[in-house]
C-alpha cells in the first residue's frame, strides 16, 4: 500500500498564497508605522519638538516681595528680608519605606540638626497640607550648611536651599494685632475668587492689615527657566525669566509714637489685661490701638508654627494674647455707659438738661435697692452735676422712666450710637457686641428648658435665662451693667458721635496705599455710616458735664485730669466683674474740650475704679496724640469710687 509523506513540500500555488499574505501584512505594518512616524515628525513635529524643549527646561516661580506697612509719618512697621530656607521636594524623594530614603533623612539629619522623627512629619504634615509645594524644614539656615549640601548634592536628592522673602517687624511687638501675619495658601483659600491667581506655596495675609489688604500687599510673582538634565538637575543657565512685581506699600493712619505709648500703659498694670483705642473723632482714623497681653509676630515667621504655640496664644488660661480685645471684647461698660443714656434721656423727652433730681442716694424698686458708689448722696442734682460726680440714682431713676416709657429707649440711642453692632473697621475678625433688651431676654428664657423637668436642661448658656427682663435689667443697663457687651472700639465710636455733633464714623487703620515708586495710587476715606441727629444743646449739656468731671474739683477723674492743659472732657466706669474678680476699670477721654481732635477709651480687666487705673492710661495716651505733656496729679482728690448696694451695680 502506498502512504504518502505529510513532509513534501507544498505546491506551488499553496506556498504563493502564504507568500503572498506575509506579504500583504508587512505592507500594512510598514504602511501603519509610516503613517505614524508621518503624523509625529510632518504633522505634530512642531507640538513634540515644544515637549522636547519643555523637558529640558524646567521653569521656577519666583515670589513677589510683599509691600511694606508704614506708620502714619512713613516710619516702616512691616517690611521685607531674604532667608534662606532648607527645602525638600516630596516627588524627587526616594520612596517612602526603601533603604536610601532612610539613609537620606540620617544624613540630613546630621548635617541640619533637625530630628529625624521631625523631618519626616513636616513630609507628612506638610504635603498633606499643599501636596504640591516644597517642604520647608527650617529659615534661616547657615552658610556652612548650604555650603555642605552644595558640595554634596549628589548625596541630598531633592534637597534644595532657597532664598525666600520672609516678613520683618523692625518694631519688635509693636501693633501685632493690627498688623496680623502671612503665611502659606491652604487648598480650601485655593477654591476662593480672591485667591484665584495663586499657587500652592504662595504668601497671603492671615490677619489683620496683612489680610485686610492682601489683594494689595501681595504684588505679582514671577518666573524663571532653567536648563535641566532628564532627572531634573540644573545644567546651564536661565533660558528666560519673567521679573515679580512688588506690592504696593499700605500707609497706616497709626501713629507709632501713640501706639508705642498705650502699649507700654497697659502693660504697666501688673499683667493685667486690658485694650486702648486712640481716634479722631472727626474722621474715624485710628491713631493707636492695642491689647494686652499681646504676641510677637515673628513666630508666625518660622517654617511651621507648632499646635502647642497656638494653643497658647489662644489659651483662656494665658489670657489668649491672640484675642484682639479692643475690637473683639465682650464687656460691661459701668458708669462710661451713662453719656449714652443722658442722650436717649434727652432726645426722648425723659428728663430736661435742667431738671433737677433728687439723688437721696437710693432708688428702691419692690423689694430691690439701687444704691449709689460708696453709698453716697448727691442732693438736688441736675445731668451736668450727674454727669462730674457720676450720680447712680440719678441715672437709675432715667433707666426706671425708660423701662416705664417702654420701647427700648436707651437700646435704640445705644445702637445708634454705634454699640452693639460692628464699627466696619478695616479689620477681620471685630464682634458685634450686644445691647440687652426685653425681647431678646425673653426669647432666651422661652428657649430654655424647665431644668425641674424630666431630662430637663438650659439650652443657652448666658447669663440667668431661667427668668424673663424684669425692671432691673432696664435700670442696670443706664448704668452700663447687667448683660451688655462692648469694647473699646464701640465706646469710642459712641463718644465721637457725640462729641462731632452726630455723624458715626466708620473707624479705620489704613490712609493711602502707595506702589513701588512712591505715588499715591488709593487714598481710603471712609464716609460716616450714618448721621443721627443731636440737638445741640444736648450735646452741650452732655459735654460740659463730661469736661467737670475731668476738670472740676469733685469730679470723678480730677485727680488724674485737673492740672491738664489744653482741657480734657471724660468719664469714669467700674463694671462689675465675676464675684471673685475685681471690677473692670474704664476712662473714655475727649480732647482738647470743646472741640475735640483725640477720643481715648482704655478699658483695664480686673483693674478696680475707673480713675485708678484706666484713667491714668488714657492720660498718657492722650498725652501722645495731642504731642503734649501729662499734668500733674491735681490736689483736690475725691473719695474713690467703692461697690455700690445691693443692685450689685457698681460705678
Known amino acids: 500500500m502506498m502512504y504518502r509523506s505529510d513532509n513534501r513540500p507544498p ?94 533623612i540620617e544624613r540630613l539629619a546630621a548635617a541640619s540638626g533637625i530630628a529625624e522623627g521631625e523631618i519626616e512629619k513636616q513630609i507628612r504634615v506638610q504635603t498633606k497640607e499643599l501636596p504640591a509645594s516644597p517642604v520647608t524644614l527650617q529659615r534661616d539656615v547657615g552658610y556652612p550648611l548650604v555650603y555642605y549640601l552644595e558640595e554634596h548634592k549628589g548625596e541630598f536628592p531633592g534637597v534644595t536651599v532657597e532664598r525666600l522673602f520672609v516678613r520683618d517687624y523692625p518694631r519688635g511687638e509693636l501693633a501685632a494685632h493690627v498688623l496680623g501675619n502671612v503665611g502659606e495658601v491652604t487648598e480650601e483659600q485655593l477654591a476662593e475668587p480672591r485667591y484665584a491667581q495663586l499657587e500652592p506655596g504662595d504668601q497671603v495675609g492671615k490677619a489683620g492689615v496683612e489680610f485686610q489688604y492682601d489683594h494689595l500687599l501681595r504684588g505679582q510673582p514671577g518666573s524663571v527657566e532653567l536648563q535641566v538634565d ?16 512688588a506690592g504696593n506699600d499700605i500707609q497706616l493712619t497709626i501713629d507709632k509714637d501713640v501706639q508705642a505709648t498705650g502699649e507700654a500703659a497697659l502693660s504697666s498694670f501688673g499683667g493685667l489685661p486690658g485694650a ?108 451736668r452735676e450727674a454727669l462730674k460726680v457720676s450720680s447712680d440714682v440719678y441715672f437709675y431713676k432715667l433707666g426706671y422712666e425708660a423701662e416705664i416709657e417702654g420701647g427700648d429707649l436707651i437700646q435704640s440711642w445705644a445702637r445708634q ?104 495710587i488709593q487714598e481710603i476715606r471712609p464716609a460716616p455710616r450714618r448721621h443721627v441727629e443731636i440737638e445741640p444743646e444736648y450735646r452741650q449739656t452732655i459735654m460740659e458735664g463730661l469736661h467737670a468731671a475731668a476738670m472740676e474739683p469733685g469730679g470723678t477723674s480730677y485727680k488724674v485730669f485737673g ?5 480734657v472732657a471724660g468719664k469714669t466706669g467700674t463694671a462689675e466683674g465675676d464675684p471673685d474678680e475685681e471690677d473692670q476699670s474704664w476712662y473714655v477721654a475727649l480732647a482738647p474740650y470743646p472741640d475735640p481732635r483725640v477720643v481715648v477709651a482704655v478699658t483695664i480687666e480686673n483693674g478696680g475704679f475707673g480713675a485708678d487705673a484706666a484713667a491714668p492710661a488714657a492720660s498718657q495716651i492722650l498725652a501722645a496724640a495731642l504731642d503734649t505733656e501729662p499734668g500733674a496729679y491735681a490736689p483736690d482728690v475725691p473719695a474713690g469710687e467703692s461697690p455700690a448696694g445691693t443692685s450689685g451695680a457698681y460705678d
Open 11 to 104: 505546491t506551488g500555488s499553496q506556498f504563493a498564497f502564504r507568500v503572498a499574505v506575509i506579504t500583504g501584512i508587512a505592507l500594512v505594518l510598514f504602511g501603519v508605522i509610516f503613517l505614524r512616524l508621518w503624523y509625529l515628525q510632518v504633522l505634530s513635529g512642531d507640538e513634540y519638538l515644544d515637549q522636547a524643549q519643555n523637558n529640558r527646561v524646567r521653569e521656577l516661580r519666583v515670589q513677589a516681595p510683599r509691600g511694606e506697612i508704614l506708620d502714619r509719618d512713613g516710619r516702616v512697621l512691616v517690611d521685607n528680608r531674604t532667608a534662606l530656607a532648607l527645602q525638600l521636594d516630596p516627588q524627587e524623594l526616594p520612596k517612602r519605606g526603601t533603604a536610601r530614603r532612610k539613609q537620606l
Open 230 to 245: 532628564a532627572l531634573g538637575r540644573p545644567r546651564g543657565g536661565e533660558v528666560g525669566a519673567d521679573q515679580a512685581t
Open 417 to 520: 450710637l454705634g454699640i452693639g453692632e460692628p464699627t466696619g473697621i478695616d479689620l477681620p475678625g471685630e464682634t458685634a457686641g450686644l445691647v440687652p433688651t426685653p425681647a431678646w431676654r425673653n426669647a432666651l428664657f422661652a428657649e430654655a428648658k424647665d431644668p425641674e423637668s424630666p431630662g430637663g436642661e438650659k439650652l443657652v448658656p448666658f447669663k440667668e435665662t431661667d427668668r424673663p427682663w424684669l425692671a432691673g435689667d432696664g435700670i442696670n443697663l443706664s448704668v452700663g451693667q447687667g448683660d451688655l457687651q462692648s469694647n473699646p472700639l464701640q465706646l469710642a465710636t459712641a463718644y465721637s458721635t457725640i462729641a462731632n455733633g452726630g455723624d458715626v464714623i466708620r473707624p479705620h487703620v489704613a490712609s493711602q496705599v502707595e506702589d513701588a515708586s512712591g505715588q499715591v
Open 276 to 383: 486702648f483705642v486712640a481716634m479722631d473723632p472727626r474722621n474715624g482714623e485710628v491713631l493707636g490701638l492695642g491689647s494686652y497681653p499681646t504676641f510677637d509676630p515673628t513666630i508666625f515667621t518660622r517654617a511651621s508654627l507648632p499646635p502647642s504655640v497656638y494653643k497658647r496664644l489662644s489659651s483662656k488660661g494665658q489670657d489668649a494674647p491672640i484675642t484682639d480685645r479692643a475690637i473683639q471684647g465682650a464687656y460691661p461698660t459701668g458708669s462710661t455707659f451713662k453719656a449714652i443714656t443722658a442722650t436717649a434721656a434727652l432726645e426722648e423727652g425723659l428728663i430736661d438738661a435742667d431738671t433737677v433730681v433728687q439723688d437721696n442716694g437710693v432708688l428702691k424698686v419692690d423689694v430691690t435697692e439701687f444704691k449709689n458708689a460708696g453709698d453716697r448722696t448727691y442732693g438736688p442734682i441736675t445731668m
Open 563 to 567: 492740672n491738664w492743659k489744653p482741657d
